[in-house]
């Protein structure tokens, strides 16, 4: 069964380092999301990508962050110099459709800023 | 804006019982779509059921039961003769569309589900 893949699992990253997390998304998708859930609390949307642009993001998308599929492939957030409050889950979605078809979810990379 | 709220913060229960998760929400879309994630200790997020506002029929798929009742916004799950591996975090979750036309899902805050042998 098809699948949303993510790489790294866990990274680990000093304060004011950039990191680049790393998702391929379903193949016949056409929607790319990132959401964010820092430790014990819920999932937060982060931005949204359609037609190689960012459709919408939320105030937590601010100019540190940025979106890219640089291949036709993968799909990359980049946090250019991240801080302690960045530390969280970040769960790259798909769709195939908008509307009535469900968002398929990657396992996630858990980003640890130390 | 949509909100979604999942009062229960934690449930604990004994195996084989029944457990029922809460779920209201609120929209001023007359179109929207609800949804249930499971999140497993090793922490995915795993789609178990999507719902469109225009369909009330309650949905059963072995264990589990979905009530939608769009007269009080609720979208509640219940699992059946609950089993240990059903421990989780669970999230209901609002699909919003922006006046661009982008979608998002919108989470509650989860509800904790322990189940004990």
């Known amino acids: 069964e098809p699948e949303v893949t993510q790489t790294p699992s866990h990274q680990v990253t000093q304060m004011g380092q950039e990191v680049i997390l790393r998702c391929v998304p379903i193949?016949?998708?056409?929607?790319f999301y990132w959401y964010r859930q820092i430790l014990g609390q819920k999932v937060e949307f982060l931005v949204s990508?359609?037609?190689?642009?960012?459709?919408?993001k939320s105030e937590i998308f601010d100019d540190q962050f940025s979106v890219e599929r640089p291949d036709g492939s993968n799909f990359t957030l980049k946090i250019r110099s991240t801080k302690l409050e960045d530390s969280a889950m970040y769960f790259c979605?798909?769709?195939?459709?908008?509307?009535?078809?469900?968002?398929?979810f990657g396992q996630g990379t858990r980003l640890t800023v130390v | 804006a949509q909100k979604v709220t999942q009062a229960q913060t934690e449930i604990s229960v004994v195996e084989k019982e029944d457990v029922t998760l809460d779920c209201v929400y609120e929209?001023?879309?007359?179109?929207?779509?609800l949804f249930w994630y499971k999140q497993p200790p090793s922490g995915e997020l795993v789609f178990l059921i999507r719902?469109?506002?225009?369909?009330?029929q309650n949905e059963i798929s072995g264990r589990y039961s979905w009530n939608f009742q769009k007269s009080t916004s609720s979208f509640n799950f219940t699992i059946t003769a609950s089993q240990v591996v059903d421990s989780a975090v669970y999230f209901c979750?609002?699909?919003?569309?922006?006046?661009?036309?982008?979608?998002?899902?919108?989470f509650g805050k989860g509800t904790k589900l322990t189940v004990n042998p």
């Open positions: 990508f359609y037609n190689n642009e960012i459709s919408e």
């Open positions: 979605a798909s769709k195939k459709l908008t509307g009535y078809s469900e968002a398929f």
């Open positions: 719902r469109n506002s225009f369909d009330e």
């Open positions: 193949s016949n998708h056409l929607y």
């Open positions: 929209t001023r879309d007359t179109t929207y779509y």
């Open positions: 979750a609002l699909s919003e569309v922006s006046q661009g036309g982008s979608e998002k899902l919108v």
